[in-house]
């Protein structure tokens, strides 16, 4: 085993063990009249050994820059009493630059620690104009939020390299590499077949890593996200967390908190630093 990598200043939120909130969980606008995230949810986290909460701030196709603050800030602020870091996040679509530049702008408004862009639109269907922008975005986010530990939320490498090249073509990893501090696949092993060899979730941690410094270089930094919860078994959590800690990844967790079968937990566990 690898030891721990050591953590970036900038990086620290994103290391040990964290969870994901997104719209649909939190806010009545996406959640509707039904059961959503409140600040005892928060309370849950911690007991369970939460460090760090990712929570998704609005969408693209809601007016507010910060949807429902009203509701969000709350559940912020029940984080910050726990000691939790707090990672805010948005997916830009690449349609409207300026207001994708705004919006995760906005995001690190919030009493927060860190920003992660969410990238995986595909809405343009232009992939060249679309690396394009999103290699822009990212130098323009930099720019806007210079001391902000940001972070880039991106597909597995092994979807886009092996699985199916078509996906994404010629995404624009080096170019992005100089403006994030850390790298978030999206390394959900539920999502693949038995037979393909990726539904083990060591393997697919494993290499999703390996390709991922492949291309952004041997020392990114990198926690990594496996999932979906109620499809991932305690033995798909071990293996997360060994192949994690035998690449030096600094943290890992599973999408999402809602989806996270309560017997998970003591596996998850393993990812505290």
Known sequence: MAPPRPVPASAGVYAGLGTWID?????????????????AD?????????????????????AEDILEPERLEP???RARDHDMGVVAWYLPTFVDPAEDLRRLVAAASLDVDAVAVDIESRDLADTAER????????????????????????????VMEVINTSFWPDFPWEAMAPFYDVWVPMAYQSFRKA???YRDGARYTAENIDRLRAQVGAGAVVHTVGGIADETTANDVDGMVAAAA???AIGGSLY?????????????RAFRR
């Open 256 to 268: 999402d908190w809602r989806t996270t079968a309560p017997g998970l937990w003591p596996n998850l």
């Open 23 to 39: 719209v649909y969980d939190w806010s009545r606008t996406f959640g509707g009249n039904g059961a959503l995230v409140e600040v």
């Open 246 to 248: 035998e690449r030096g």
């Open 131 to 158: 690396n394009r922008r999103l290699v822009e975005l990212s130098r323009s986010l930099r720019a806007a939020l210079p001391g902000v530990a940001l972070g880039a939320i991106v597909f597995p490498p092994v």
């Open 42 to 62: 928060i309370d849950r986290m911690a007991e369970f050994g939460v460090q760090t909460l990712y929570v998704q701030t609005s969408r693209w196709n809601v």
């Open 195 to 197: 037979d393909s060899g």
């Open 75 to 77: 559940l912020i602020e």
